[in-house]
């Protein structure tokens, strides 16, 4: 219940066009739901978040599309650029538990 | 502002040596968490502090694995005896609100 299922595991994508992650998550207990780029050699940066009080956020390229009645998530990122080849995992955790659980990542990957 | 610093960035031992991990959080961050980042997978929480209480170390290897945040701020990780499968990449973090900011992390290869 404390997982948190990311697919795909790898992705690539044309430049200019849409890249889409997907997470889905069994506990209804989380409420936050962010969503971390991850350079090689570098560790997870923040990239965006939203709460289910909220179907979609957008931050430039990239919107998180969220669906609570399918406990499902999703990244899209929009005209792909190659500085978007990374790794990506989507997250999960509580606001009475600090605890983030984590995805096991997209690799995507941009062609210039 | 200073981010998350994590030392030393590599570290090779030999499997049975002992091993330890420093990470310095950003200032003003209670919260302080250490995980296990194995190749092409999340990473893994091993044990998170808030200032310094250890208030979930439940996937922590207590056989071999220990950690201590001392006065609430610096944090080390140590391994004693390291095996050949705990080599990966050992990421800090701390948090403000729910946003966490990692360090670049400690890749550990044990031959």
């Known amino acids: 219940q404390q997982q948190v299922k990311q697919s795909p595991q790898s992705l690539i994508v044309q430049k200019g066009g849409i890249s889409i992650i997907n997470c889905a998550y069994e506990n209804t207990a989380f409420d936050y739901f962010p969503w971390y780029q991850q350079f090689p050699g570098k560790g997870p940066a923040l990239l965006i978040a939203?709460?289910?009080?909220?179907s979609e956020k957008k931050e430039g390229r990239f919107t998180i599309s969220f669906n609570k009645s399918a406990k499902q998530f999703s990244l899209h990122i929009m005209d792909s650029q190659p500085g978007d080849s990374a790794t990506y995992f989507c997250a999960a955790s509580m606001e009475w538990d600090d605890k983030i659980i984590f995805g096991k990542g997209t690799r995507l990957h941009i062609l210039p | 502002e200073a981010g998350v610093v994590q030392s030393p960035r590599y570290k090779i031992i030999e499997k049975k040596q002992p091993v330890a991990f420093w990470c310095n959080p950003i200032?003003?961050?209670?919260?302080l968490y250490w995980y296990r980042q194995n190749l092409g997978q999340g990473p893994e929480l091993l044990i998170r502090y808030e200032n310094e209480e250890a208030v979930d170390d439940s996937q922590l290897p207590k056989d071999r694995f220990s950690a201590e945040r001392l006065k609430g701020v610096d944090s080390t990780l140590k391994i004693q005896p390291a095996e050949l499968g705990d080599s990966a990449v050992y990421l800090c973090a701390s948090t403000i609100g729910a946003e966490a900011f990692f360090g670049q992390g400690t890749r550990l290869t044990v031959v």
């Open positions: 939203i709460r289910p009080d909220v």
């Open positions: 200032s003003g961050h209670n919260t």
